[in-house]
């Protein structure tokens, strides 16, 4: 078993809509959690970094934690079609070494 | 546009040979992390460097080696190359602020191709 699981999709959504992404790991130490984006033969640009449980909140990008299911999601409100990209959670515990998800590729349809 | 510069964008060699790639970090960050991402593994850590001395080793073969300079560029070797290390090589800086803790940055990678 990995020790983040996440849906590779692919997703497709019209445009307008909301865009649900989620991940769940296996390791407790985790604390701080991130989504990054990556579009086509580019690096992952870093969206949204929540520490611990709750929600943040940035313009049309919402996270979630839940560390008691081990559950972390992404909304992205208002789709556009600029938000077609491949998104990644990652996590770290207290060591810096990332782990990431496998990345869910989306597409918003125009 | 990251800050963290990457060389060469591309690299096409033979099975057996040796590469370096270059990562220069954005400017102040200590860290210097590298990645591979392959289509099976996805986005794997391999090494990470601070200030020159080496922090922690994730999934790191044996034949690749990594070293960062004084000048915090840091330099990925891999040698005997095999047709699965065909991926893209991300380097990535960091910066720890406040309770924010640590970001990473990733540079635009490089592409290996071994033929």
């Known amino acids: 078993q990995k020790e983040v699981e996440q849906d590779p999709g692919p997703l497709s959504v019209p445009e307008g809509a909301i865009v649900s992404l989620n991940c769940t790991y296996s390791n407790s130490a985790f604390q701080y959690f991130m989504w990054y984006r990556q579009y086509s033969r580019k690096g992952p640009e870093l969206l949204m970094y929540?520490?611990?449980?709750g929600n943040k909140e940035d313009g049309r990008f919402t996270a979630q934690v839940d560390k008691s299911s081990k559950y972390i999601s992404l909304f992205i409100r208002d789709s556009q079609p600029s938000d077609s990209a491949t998104y990644l959670c990652a996590m770290r515990g207290s060591d810096y070494k990332l782990s990431f998800g496998a990345g869910t590729t989306v597409t918003v349809r125009a | 546009d990251s800050g963290v510069t990457q060389t060469p964008k591309h690299l096409i060699t033979a099975t057996g040979q040796r590469v370096t790639l270059r990562c220069s970090p954005r400017s102040g960050d200590l860290s210097v992390y590298w990645y591979q991402q392959s289509l099976d593994q996805g986005l794997q850590f391999l090494i990470h460097?601070?200030?020159?001395?080496?922090?922690a080793k994730g999934n790191i073969l044996e034949r690749f080696s990594a070293q960062q300079f004084p000048d915090l560029h840091s330099e990925l070797n891999l040698s005997s190359l095999e047709l699965g290390d065909s991926a893209l090589y991300f380097c990535a800086s960091s910066v720890v602020s406040g309770r924010r803790g640590e970001t990473q940055y990733f540079g635009p990678g490089t592409r290996l191709l071994v033929l």
């Open positions: 460097y601070y200030n020159g001395e080496e922090r």
């Open positions: 929540t520490y611990s449980s």
